[in-house]
C-alpha cells in the first residue's frame, strides 16, 4: 500500500512537471514574440499561459497520482509540490503578483477536483 502511494505521488509530480513544459512549450511556440499588436499584450499573454501551464499541471498530475495511488491525500501531494513551485519561481523570477496568487489558487483548486475523482470504493484508508 505505501509503495502505491509513493509511486502514485511520484508519477503525479513528473506528470505534472511533464505537462508544464509541454504547455509552456506549445505557448512559446505559438505566441512566440508576435503574439499580439504590441508587446505588453505578448506578454500578458504568455503570463496567462504560465498560469494555465500551472493549473493544468497539476491537474494532469493530480488525476494520475489519484488513479494511482487511489487514495484521496496524493492529488493534495501533487498540488502542494505545483503550489511550492509557483512560490519558488515568484522567487528566482520575479512576476506580477496576479501571477502567483492565480498559480497557487488554482492549483490547489486542480487538486481538490482531481482529489474528487478517487471512486469512494477504491480509495484506501489514511
Known sequence: MILR???GVLAGAIVANLTILAVQFGAHQALGTAAGPSPAEATLAMKVMVVV?????ALAGGLVAAAIARWRVAPWIVGALVAVGVLLNQL???TPLW???AGIALALLAAAFAASRVPADQRVAL
Open 99 to 101: 501571477m502567483s496568487a
Open 5 to 7: 502511494r509513493v509511486g
Open 53 to 57: 501551464a500551472w493549473t493544468l499541471g
Open 92 to 94: 528566482n523570477v520575479p
